[in-house]
């Protein structure tokens, strides 16, 4: 449950600007690594694989370090959060 809220906050929070800036060459006249000390620290790019549950198939993403921290800062306050919501022994509203 946790991968697949994490890889919907991920296509929530991803916006094709940012991206595409983020693909973008260095300008011709810039050495490579002037463009990559131009970088803040958290905007490398990191991919990983998930396996969603119930499911043998993995799905890739890719993220900078600082939206993969968010997203998991995120699941684990709707997890904190859905866990508080519900009344002690486990037992939720009866549907």
């Given amino acids: ?3 697949v809220l994490m890889a919907a ?3 929530a929070a991803a916006e094709p600007s940012a991206s595409a800036a983020a693909d973008a060459p ?3 006249g810039a050495p490579a690594t002037q463009a990559k000390a131009a970088k803040p620290k958290g905007s490398e790019k990191v991919c990983w694989d998930e396996r969603p ?3 043998h198939i993995s799905k890739h993403f890719c993220a ?3 939206e993969r921290e968010k ?3 995120d699941a ?3 997890v904190t959060s859905r866990a508080r919501s519900q009344p002690p022994g486990g037992l939720g509203p009866s549907r």
């Fill in 64 to 66: 900078t370090r600082d």
């Fill in 9 to 11: 906050m991920l296509m």
């Fill in 26 to 28: 260095a300008p011709a």
């Fill in 71 to 73: 997203m998991e800062q």
């Fill in 53 to 55: 549950t119930g499911s």
């Fill in 1 to 3: 449950m946790l991968s």
């Fill in 76 to 78: 684990q306050a709707a």
